[in-house]
């Protein structure tokens, strides 16, 4: 089954840090560009970050600059959102989505991971 | 910044045709793609480059895009299409999505 599967969500006090993984299956992982993409409670969606398939390009929003990494492991097909100076803002449900060959549209998505920033 | 414009909600009949629009400056020079969001799940894809259907999804969903506005429109809406519809594009690699539509099915 094609499934995209993120953890590592969870309560964390302003300023900390959290890693988030995605693990994808059933999907041949190193052929596509990858991304997270947050969602607010009771808010839109907002995109967060894109990595190519080799993880030489990478691009942010300009909210999260500086604080957010991503990265991936084609050999564990998996990515990573590394989370720093967190915000209450921050709060969110991230999902991990893969972008289809050819542009970029978002053609699979995974069921999320609640982000709650609080103290 | 980059903005997606969407009315925040439209109303339809069951059989009726819904139009959700998506507005940003020259919008038409882009792709668009179309998300729909049921409550409690994931986004899934309806729509891409335009006008495009991935496999799966129902023919009564079609989507155009000119000048600075994007349309979805759903035909014979059916209540299983009673969702959130978000429209989405990419200004310079930055990832932009509308603000999305409460589509309900009366």
């Known amino acids: 089954e094609v499934q995209l599967v993120e953890s590592g969500g969870g309560l964390v006090q302003p300023g900390g840090s959290l890693r988030l993984s995605c693990a994808a299956s059933?999907?041949?992982?190193?052929?596509?560009?990858m991304s997270w993409v947050r969602q607010a409670p009771g808010k839109g969606l907002e995109w967060v970050a894109n990595?190519?398939?080799?993880?030489?390009?990478?691009y942010y929003v300009d909210s999260v600059k500086g604080r957010f990494t991503i990265s991936r492991d084609n050999a564990k097909n998996s990515l990573y959102l590394q989370m720093n100076g967190l915000r209450a803002e921050d709060t969110a449900v991230y999902y991990c989505?893969?972008?289809?060959?050819?542009?970029?549209?978002?053609?699979?998505w995974g069921r999320g991971t609640l982000v709650t920033v609080s103290s | 910044s980059y903005e997606l414009t969407q009315p925040p909600s439209v109303s339809v009949s069951p059989g009726q045709t819904a139009s959700i629009t998506c507005s940003g400056d020259?919008?038409?020079?882009?792709?668009a793609s179309w998300y729909q969001q049921r409550p409690g799940q994931s986004p899934v894809l309806v729509i891409y480059?335009?006008?495009k259907r991935p496999s799966g999804i129902p023919e009564r969903f079609s989507g155009s895009n000119s000048r600075n506005t994007a349309t979805l429109t759903i035909s014979g809406t059916q209540a299983m299409d009673e969702a959130d519809y978000y429209c989405?594009?990419?200004?310079?690699?930055?990832?932009?999505f509308g603000t999305g539509t409460q589509v309900t099915v009366l």
């Open positions: 989505a893969r972008l289809g060959i050819g542009d970029w549209h978002f053609d699979l």
């Open positions: 059933g999907v041949t992982f190193s052929f596509y560009w």
């Open positions: 990595i190519k398939q080799d993880g030489g390009e990478k």
């Open positions: 020259k919008l038409g020079d882009k792709y």
């Open positions: 480059q335009d006008s």
């Open positions: 989405q594009a990419w200004d310079s690699s930055t990832g932009v």
